[in-house]
C-alpha cells in the first residue's frame, strides 16, 4: 500500500509542478511584456479611411484609434513607423516591428511574415465585395496576440 501512495503523491507533484508553468499563451521574445514595460513599434501604412498618417506623422483613423486603445489598456506607449506594406512586411518578419496595420485584409499573402488577427471590421473592396480587416504582428508572439484579440472582444470589434 505505501507504494502505490508514494507512487501516486509522487505522480501529483509532477502535476502540480507542471501547473507552475508561466501563463500561456507565451511570447518568445517577450514581446507584450517589452510593450507594456516599454512601448510598443507599430509599423503603419497609410490606407484611407482605416489609417492616415499626415505631412507632420499624425497617425488617425480607425486603426489608429483600435491600436493606441489596446496600448492604453495594457500601459503602453506607442511609436509609429511609416513605411510601404511590403516593407514593414519585412520589417515585422525580422523583429523589427511588433505590430503593422495598414487596411489589411484578412486575406493578405503575408502570412509567412505575420501572425494576422482574427478580423475586426470589413470593408468594401474594389470589386464591390466585403473584405475582413485585420491587423498583423510578430509571428510566434502569442501572448501579444491574444492580448490584441482580448481588446477586440472587450470593445464589441468584429466582422
Request: charged letters at 25%; hydrophobic letters at 40%; a negative charge.
Amino acid at each position: 500500500m505505501n507504494v502505490v501512495l508514494r507512487l501516486v503523491s509522487a505522480g501529483l507533484v509532477v502535476l502540480v509542478a507542471g501547473c507552475s508553468e508561466p501563463e500561456y499563451p507565451r511570447d518568445p521574445e517577450d514581446t507584450l511584456v517589452r510593450a507594456i514595460d516599454g512601448g510598443l513599434t507599430v509599423g503603419v501604412s497609410a490606407h484611407p479611411p482605416h489609417v492616415e498618417v499626415s505631412d507632420e506623422g499624425e497617425v488617425t483613423g480607425p486603426e489608429a484609434d483600435i491600436v493606441t486603445g489596446w496600448a492604453e489598456s495594457i500601459g503602453a506607449e506607442v511609436e509609429w513607423v511609416e513605411g510601404a506594406e511590403s516593407e514593414l512586411m519585412e520589417k515585422i518578419k525580422l523583429g523589427e516591428l511588433d505590430m503593422v496595420v495598414g487596411g489589411l485584409a484578412a486575406t493578405v499573402p503575408w502570412t509567412t511574415h505575420a501572425a494576422l488577427t482574427r478580423p475586426y471590421g470589413t470593408t468594401t473592396g474594389p470589386d464591390g465585395k466585403q473584405v475582413k480587416l485585420v491587423l498583423a504582428t510578430r509571428m510566434g508572439e502569442n501572448a501579444l496576440l491574444s492580448s490584441v484579440e482580448r481588446y477586440f472582444i472587450e470593445e464589441g470589434l468584429k466582422p
